[in-house]
């Protein structure tokens, strides 16, 4: 059974390949081991060798890309060895190389990706400017004369962010602008832009280094263009084409309008999204095991019931429990969006041609990831509560992997705006009209009763967003879809599993715990009755007593090595 619970967490690739990528990650020598003695400059370093022993291993870029399943299993373990090793894996493989090889990049500019010679960087965000993703001001004119394009920053508000500042580290940017033909505005699209080599920065290419993230290491910086001649090649193109004619040139793109191209674009998306979610419900993973494992080992004074371990008390199992549900419920969805991208690859990939541009180009892994990271969020808060002074201190890795839950509901696009571009999108097409009645009936403990609810409180969120759009409405009704795919997937994932009832007990103490927090809501609207609301805590309970016993399993089944959470009191496992 334990086998088959560790298949059901590593789904992605066979069970060979994922025993072969966790010796990597626990071998000593591949250098994976959480640091503490290093600089910040020292671990950016130390990250970028990590990805060449990586790309080594299990590269290059192309290969992973044409297998996004074995690229997103890696990921599962970056995740746990370092955040800084998520941030650079994912701008080289997800974004600079998915863009070069997605959107038409030379087979040279594959190669230098592909071997390393330079690693990948990714220039989107204007951040001087909110939303600058839907109004890139950098610019691309095209020359005429030299049948090349000329990159410049018309102003400092449109510098970008980068991760560029490493002296020494050769970096290939792919960098969006806006295409400009004699004055006219062609759409945003990528053009490869080597920003530095071993020697130094390329001329016209200016940064500033920015001072970064308090936890994790990284060498963030901004970029400016000064007039950097960019050749034809490396447009990438992606279909659209420039000729000369007899009255000078003429463009054509195969997009529709400016925003199809825009969306077009950063049709990398889904590589990235799928590759965060994985990355971060496993940090998730990591945080439950170091914060259950101390719970059961430490021994607690309380004058009436003495040396009990912390988990014994009802105190630690709510919180506790409660993030060990979670952390499976963000993984079953992280793989299953993971899953359907890798099987999209091969089959039905389309891009939707709305407006807005995160769920614009795949809704569904959009709102994955914002929802992987909020679940991140959570799971760390309650295990650094719970862990006391050890939460706090940097020899285990909760802080390190709550930081990157935070970092990621801004990087990879907004959280905030992907839920409410998530609701625009679902609130579209009006409501079907069924489900007019409140559930009047059913036990808070029955999973049935929580599908059904779960389908209702979407429908009424529906119906809501429709009649009165607005903040409000449109978060609660894509919170009302996320907690209805999260609900849906845990479900699926019981049903495959070889212990229905462990899963489905964890599906539901996380089930329960929205719920409750969104009683009040569903209350207001019929959906809950006062009865089943205040049965809920005492259902927590219940559920608790019922995981309690096999925590040691669940936990197991995660099978992550003790050298990668990296406390002392742990030991390896
Ligand atoms: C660690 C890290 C690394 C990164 N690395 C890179 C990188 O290598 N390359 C790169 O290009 N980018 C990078 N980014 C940038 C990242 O893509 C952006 O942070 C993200 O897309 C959000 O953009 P922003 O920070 O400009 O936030 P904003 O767009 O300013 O959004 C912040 C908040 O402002 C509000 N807001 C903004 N616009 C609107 C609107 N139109 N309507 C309503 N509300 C609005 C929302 O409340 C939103 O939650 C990185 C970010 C982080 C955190």
Redesign the pocket.
């Known amino acids: 059974m334990p086998e088959a619970l560790r298949d059901l967490v590593h789904p992605l690739v066979p069970a060979s390949t994922t025993r072969r990528i966790r010796e990597l990650f626990s071998d000593s020598g591949s250098g994976f081991a959480a640091r503490r003695d290093l600089t910040r400059e020292q671990t950016t370093r130390l990250v970028h060798e990590q990805l060449r022993t990586i790309n080594a291993e299990f590269g290059p870029g192309s290969d992973l890309l044409a297998e996004p399943s074995r690229l997103y299993a890696l990921f599962t373990w970056a995740g746990l060895a370092d955040p800084a090793l998520v941030?650079v894996m994912l701008?080289h493989y997800c974004?600079a190389q998915a863009s070069v090889v997605e959107l038409g990049g030379s087979t040279e500019r594959i190669r230098e990706l592909d071997e390393l010679t330079s690693f990948g960087?990714?220039?989107?965000?204007?951040?001087r400017?909110?939303?600058?993703?839907?109004a890139t001001r950098t610019q691309a004119t095209y020359d005429a004369a030299r049948d090349g394009f000329v990159l410049t920053t018309p102003s400092p508000v449109a510098a970008?962010?980068?991760?560029a500042a490493l002296p020494g580290v050769p970096k290939l940017g792919v960098v969006l602008a806006r295409l400009k033909i004699a004055g006219r505005d062609c759409g945003v699209f990528a053009f490869v832009v080597p920003l530095r080599d071993e020697r130094g920065l390329k001329p016209g290419v200016e940064i500033q280094p920015l001072p970064g993230?308090p936890m994790f290491a990284?060498d963030?910086c901004l970029v400016n263009f000064d007039h950097v001649r960019v050749p034809r090649a490396d447009w990438l193109a992606d279909g659209a084409t420039i000729e000369a004619c007899a009255d000078g040139t003429t463009f054509h793109d195969p997009c529709a309008d400016l925003d199809a191209r825009l969306v077009r674009t950063i049709a990398s998306g889904p590589y990235c999204w799928s590759a965060i979610s994985t990355a971060l419900s496993a940090a998730a993973r990591g945080c439950v095991t170091i914060a259950l494992r101390y719970a059961s080992q430490r021994t607690t004074m309380g004058r009436t019931t003495p040396r009990l371990p912390a988990l014994a008390h009802r105190n630690q199992h709510r919180p506790l429990l409660g993030a060990l549900a979670e952390a499976y419920a963000i993984t079953f969805l992280a793989n299953e969006s993971a899953l359907a991208y890798t099987s999209k690859r091969t089959g039905q990939e389309s891009l939707d041609d709305a407006a807005a541009p995160w769920s614009s180009i795949n809704a569904s892994s959009a709102l994955t990831k914002a929802l992987v990271s909020r679940g991140l969020e959570n799971v760390a808060e309650r295990c650094r509560r719970s862990t006391g002074a050890l939460g706090l201190m940097t020899a285990n890795r909760i802080l390190d992997y709550q930081m990157l839950g935070h970092?990621?509901h801004?990087?990879?696009?907004?959280?905030?705006?992907i839920l409410?571009d998530t609701a625009r999108t679902l609130a579209e097409p009006p409501p079907p009209a069924e489900f007019e009645g409140g559930l009047e009936q059913g036990s808070v403990l029955d999973p049935a009763f929580h599908q059904a609810l779960a389908e209702v409180r979407e429908h009424r969120a529906h119906q809501q967003a429709a009649e009165n759009p607005n903040y409000d409405t449109s978060l609660e009704l894509a919170n009302a879809h996320g907690a209805a795919l999260t609900l849906a997937a845990g479900m699926r994932a019981a049903s495959r599993s070889a212990d229905t009832r462990l899963v489905t007990d964890l599906c539901l103490l996380h089930t329960l715990e929205t719920t409750h927090a969104c009683a009040g809501w569903l209350l207001a609207n019929k959906l809950l009755t006062p009865a089943q609301a205040l049965e809920i805590p005492e259902a927590l309970n219940t559920l608790c007593e019922r995981l309690l016993p096999d925590v040691n399993t669940l936990i197991d089944a995660f099978d992550i090595p003790g050298s990668l959470l990296g406390s002392p009191r742990l030991g390896s496992t």
């Open positions: 941030f701008v974004l960087s990714f220039l989107i965000t204007e951040p400017r909110g939303s600058s993703h839907i970008k962010l980068a991760n993230m990284a963030s970092a990621f801004a990087a990879g696009g907004d959280n905030q705006l409410l």
